[in-house]
């Protein structure tokens, strides 16, 4: 299982129902007050269909308005007609209020809880697991799959709310005229049945999407990534013809799911109608006496109708929708299986990080790490030099605990450093990345990146022992400066100097630097020079480096090559 698959199908009803309900989860008490609050909403309506019709008939015929069922009715004038039927519109104007408030709730909650639950599992899934997904995934589950499980629910619930409705203004109806009722409802199950056949065919056609969701999103984000390779090897034109024939497949597949949704509520509909008026005429023609009070019953049917138009699309959307909430819920549990464990030993201080026979693979049976056996003391500033490929990085992850050995083991003292929390391992150890990411916000708050309890004084410190101050400086509002994607840029060497500052803020006892000089100016050289000159000694280095001129500083240099490490004598790297 590499990543969320777009669902390329309509689910079934149960599934449906299944899926809403893990949704709404704690919100069901909500759901069944909307539908109690429904049912009472569909009792007043019916009344209000009958005044109406009463009214109708009193005015047609100059008499008073009759109300109340058959034989048991009282009369009164049009004016007080009037004036009930206006105090029953009050009434039904206060139910919908609560109903749609509750209805809206529902589903937005809903979301509130997808979302944290997905960003959650996500975030705290393994950096191992994380590396099988394609790039995207979170965006596309938390924007496109969060919005269509919450449509999915609201619809469901509207579905819900809309056959109490119709249960409701039905059983007016079957009061009113138990026949002509009755016969509407054989009418509906006809055209159900009448209809299946071809219901079921537009239905598998729909659910045809050859390409992907999934795949166009995959696709736009490394466009996106890739845009200035797009513009630099003028390949624009092949990437949006690309682009154009993935979204048009996806487009083709939702266009014959929207003509389905659109055309079978109406042949229902109309067909019951003809079924209706067929009863009608058959008993008009028969003299059988079942045709008194059909003007209020007409208003109640066409009503009723309108009911189940209005259900048929909601479960139409609801199915449509909710394979996404499946999906999600496969996807997350995924993720959640595979979470990275917190640990449960705090761990303050450390004087020794040892490798025992250490073996890492990023596919079973394909070790990059073999058998790696090391130690770093506290103060130590260690060089890991190799070539490209040969389990660098790999191995700085394992030391900064963000991947776990497949076997071997790696302690801290006498911890393994798994059972250091994850918390307490991240406050004593930090990073500066190859490639190291702005956020969208001031300086400060790149440096601080998340992180709380920094004054600014300490964030200045940072910067200044990443030697980056005076250029903050000169920013028109220095530390307040807005930088990051959308605002204002770093050159490479900043940039890389703000990375430093941020691994330098929480004063980390140990430091991994994954080639911290190997994109930068001799300017900017120097400055990262400077700064591990005046870290030396007193702050752990993890220095992965393939400048002599870097390396010449450590008092320790490994070599990986082809995932094994063998220490190797300073002198022979210095230039
Ligand atoms: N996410 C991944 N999935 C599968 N294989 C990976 C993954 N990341 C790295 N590798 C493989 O693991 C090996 C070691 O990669 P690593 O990034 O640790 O090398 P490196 O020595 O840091 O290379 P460089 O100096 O180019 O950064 C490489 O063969 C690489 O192809």
């Given at each position: 299982m590499?990543?969320a698959?777009?669902p390329?199908?309509?689910a079934?009803?149960p599934e449906?129902?299944r899926?809403g309900?893990?949704?709404?989860g704690?919100?069901r008490?909500?759901l069944?007050?909307?539908?109690?609050?429904?049912?009472?909403?569909?009792?007043v309506e019916?009344g209000?269909?009958y005044?109406?019709?009463?009214?109708?008939?009193?005015?047609?015929?100059g008499?008073?308005?009759?109300?109340?069922?058959?034989?048991?009715g009282?009369?009164v004038?049009?004016?007080?007609?009037?004036h009930?039927g206006?105090?029953v519109?009050?009434?039904?104007l206060a139910?919908?209020?609560?109903l749609?408030k509750?209805l809206?709730s529902?589903?937005?909650r809903?979301?509130?809880?997808l979302?944290?639950?997905?960003?959650?599992?996500?975030?705290?899934a393994?950096?191992?697991?994380?590396?099988?997904?394609?790039?995207?995934?979170?965006?596309?589950l938390?924007?496109?799959?969060a919005?269509?499980a919450?449509?999915?629910?609201q619809?469901?619930?509207l579905a819900?709310?809309?056959?109490?409705?119709?249960?409701a203004?039905?059983a007016?109806?079957i009061?009113s005229?138990?026949?002509?009722?009755l016969?509407m409802?054989?009418g509906?199950?006809l055209?159900?049945?009448?209809?299946?056949?071809i219901?079921?065919r537009m239905?598998?056609?729909a659910?045809?999407?050859?390409?992907?969701?999934r795949?166009?999103?995959?696709?736009?984000?490394?466009a996106?990534?890739?845009?200035q390779?797009i513009?630099?090897?003028?390949?624009?034109?092949?990437?949006?013809?690309?682009?154009?024939?993935?979204?048009a497949i996806?487009?083709?597949a939702?266009?014959k799911?929207?003509?389905?949704?659109?055309l079978?509520?109406?042949?229902?509909?109309?067909g019951?109608i003809?079924?209706?008026?067929?009863?009608?005429?058959?008993?008009s023609?028969?003299?059988?006496?079942?045709?008194?009070?059909?003007?209020?019953?007409?208003?109640?049917l066409?009503r009723?109708?309108?009911?189940?138009?209005?259900?048929?699309?909601a479960?139409?959307?609801?199915?449509?929708?909710?394979?996404?909430?499946?999906?999600?819920?496969?996807e997350?549990s995924?993720?959640?299986?595979?979470?990275?464990?917190?640990?449960?030993?705090?761990?303050?201080?450390?004087r020794e990080?040892r490798?025992?026979?250490?073996?890492?693979?990023?596919k079973p049976?394909?070790?990059?790490?073999k058998?790696?056996?090391?130690?770093?003391?506290?103060?130590?500033?260690?060089?890991i030099?190799?070539?490209?490929g040969?389990?660098?990085?790999t191995?700085?992850g394992l030391i900064?605990?963000?991947?776990?050995?497949?076997s071997?083991?790696?302690a801290?003292?006498?911890v393994?450093l798994?059972?250091?929390?994850?918390?307490?391992?991240?406050?004593?150890s930090?990073f500066?990345?190859?490639?190291?990411?702005l956020?969208?916000g001031?300086?400060?708050?790149n440096i601080?990146f998340?992180?709380?309890?920094?004054d600014d004084?300490t964030?200045i410190?940072?910067a200044k022992?990443?030697?980056?101050h005076d250029?903050?400086?000169?920013?028109?509002?220095?530390y307040?400066?807005?930088?990051?994607?959308g605002?204002?840029?770093l050159?490479?060497?900043?940039?890389?100097?703000?990375a430093?500052a941020?691994a330098?803020l929480?004063?980390p006892?140990?430091i991994?630097m994954d080639?911290?000089?190997s994109?930068?100016?001799?300017?900017?050289?120097?400055m990262?020079?400077?700064t591990?000159?005046e870290?030396?000694g007193?702050t752990?280095i993890?220095?992965?480096a393939?400048?002599?001129a870097?390396?010449?500083i450590?008092?320790?240099?490994f070599?990986?090559?082809?995932?094994v490490?063998t220490?190797?004598?300073?002198?022979?790297?210095?230039?």
């Amino acid at each position: 299982m590499t990543a969320a698959k777009r669902p390329a199908r309509v689910a079934a009803a149960p599934e449906v129902i299944r899926n809403g309900l893990m949704v709404i989860g704690p919100d069901r008490p909500r759901l069944i007050a909307s539908a109690l609050l429904a049912l009472l909403v569909g009792i007043v309506e019916t009344g209000i269909l009958y005044i109406i019709a009463a009214i109708a008939i009193a005015m047609s015929g100059g008499g008073a308005v009759r109300l109340g069922p058959a034989g048991m009715g009282f009369e009164v004038s049009i004016a007080t007609a009037c004036h009930i039927g206006l105090a029953v519109v009050v009434v039904l104007l206060a139910l919908s209020f609560p109903l749609a408030k509750l209805l809206a709730s529902l589903s937005s909650r809903a979301m509130v809880r997808l979302r944290g639950r997905m960003l959650r599992a996500y975030l705290s899934a393994s950096l191992h697991y994380r590396d099988t997904h394609r790039e995207g995934l979170l965006q596309q589950l938390i924007g496109e799959y969060a919005m269509r499980a919450e449509n999915s629910v609201q619809q469901l619930a509207l579905a819900l709310v809309t056959i109490c409705m119709f249960a409701a203004v039905l059983a007016g109806a079957i009061i009113s005229s138990p026949v002509i009722a009755l016969g509407m409802v054989g009418g509906l199950a006809l055209c159900g049945a009448l209809l299946f056949p071809i219901i079921r065919r537009m239905r598998q056609d729909a659910t045809k999407p050859i390409l992907t969701n999934r795949e166009v999103v995959g696709r736009v984000a490394q466009a996106t990534r890739t845009s200035q390779e797009i513009s630099a090897f003028h390949v624009a034109r092949p990437v949006i013809d690309m682009l154009a024939r993935d979204i048009a497949i996806a487009a083709e597949a939702m266009r014959k799911l929207r003509f389905e949704g659109r055309l079978v509520p109406s042949l229902f509909q109309y067909g019951a109608i003809g079924i209706v008026l067929l009863l009608v005429l058959v008993l008009s023609g028969s003299g059988t006496g079942h045709l008194e009070g059909l003007a209020p019953l007409a208003l109640l049917l066409v009503r009723a109708l309108t009911y189940v138009r209005q259900l048929q699309r909601a479960m139409h959307v609801a199915r449509e929708m909710a394979p996404y909430i499946t999906s999600i819920e496969e996807e997350v549990s995924a993720l959640e299986e595979n979470a990275w464990p917190e640990g449960d030993r705090e761990i303050a201080d450390f004087r020794e990080l040892r490798f025992d026979h250490v073996d890492y693979a990023y596919k079973p049976g394909e070790r990059v790490l073999k058998d790696v056996s090391f130690a770093i003391r506290q103060g130590e500033m260690v060089g890991i030099v190799g070539p490209s490929g040969s389990g660098k990085s790999t191995l700085s992850g394992l030391i900064l605990r963000l991947r776990s050995a497949a076997s071997g083991t790696i302690a801290v003292d006498d911890v393994p450093l798994e059972r250091a929390t994850a918390e307490s391992w991240a406050r004593l150890s930090a990073f500066v990345p190859q490639d190291s990411h702005l956020i969208y916000g001031t300086v400060y708050q790149n440096i601080r990146f998340f992180r709380d309890g920094y004054d600014d004084e300490t964030v200045i410190a940072a910067a200044k022992g990443a030697h980056l101050h005076d250029e903050i400086m000169r920013l028109p509002e220095g530390y307040d400066t807005l930088i990051g994607p959308g605002a204002r840029g770093l050159s490479g060497g900043q940039r890389q100097r703000l990375a430093i500052a941020r691994a330098l803020l929480a004063r980390p006892k140990l430091i991994v630097m994954d080639e911290p000089t190997s994109a930068l100016d001799r300017n900017s050289e120097l400055m990262v020079g400077q700064t591990l000159e005046e870290l030396k000694g007193h702050t752990t280095i993890v220095l992965i480096a393939h400048r002599p001129a870097t390396l010449g500083i450590c008092d320790r240099i490994f070599r990986v090559e082809h995932g094994v490490l063998t220490e190797t004598p300073v002198s022979q790297h210095v230039a």
